[in-house]
């Protein structure tokens, strides 16, 4: 299983950014998929997940009401809507699957793969 993340950059506090995850290898709808983030410095930080039930998502509180994460399996994609950026948001975030062997998924997110990760800057 393959992870290739887009769509990150830097923006300005308040505007909005879109990243996409492509998965390819092997991965189906059967993944529950999700962001985790690292900031400089800091830990890995989980971002928001989704699993392949329609309505079925988790996010960290700090993102609630700012971040929308969806997916569309035919195209094996997930996406993370982040609205209302924060300087705070500045990290690497990076796209991650878990394998869910055909079970319905439970949050929280245990990934089993990886992206490489994409910069998302926000300045004040």
């Known amino acids: 299983v393959q992870l290739a993340e887009s769509g990150g950059g830097s923006v300005q506090a308040a505007r909005s950014l879109r990243l996409s995850c492509v998965g390819s290898g092997g991965i189906d709808r059967y993944y529950a998929m999700g962001w985790i983030r690292q900031a400089p410095g800091m830990e890995l930080e989980f971002v928001a997940a989704i699993g392949w039930r329609v309505g079925v998502t988790d996010y960290e509180n700090s993102v609630k009401g700012r971040f929308i994460i969806s997916r569309k399996n035919a195209k094996k994609t997930v996406y993370l809507q982040m609205n209302r950026l924060k300087p705070e948001d500045t990290a690497v975030y990076y796209c991650?699957?878990?394998?869910?062997?055909?079970?319905?998924?439970?949050?929280?997110?245990?990934?089993?793969?990886w992206g490489q990760g994409t910069q998302v800057t926000v300045s004040a």
């Open positions: 991650s699957a878990e394998d869910l062997y055909g079970s319905t998924w439970n949050p929280p997110l245990k990934p089993d793969y």
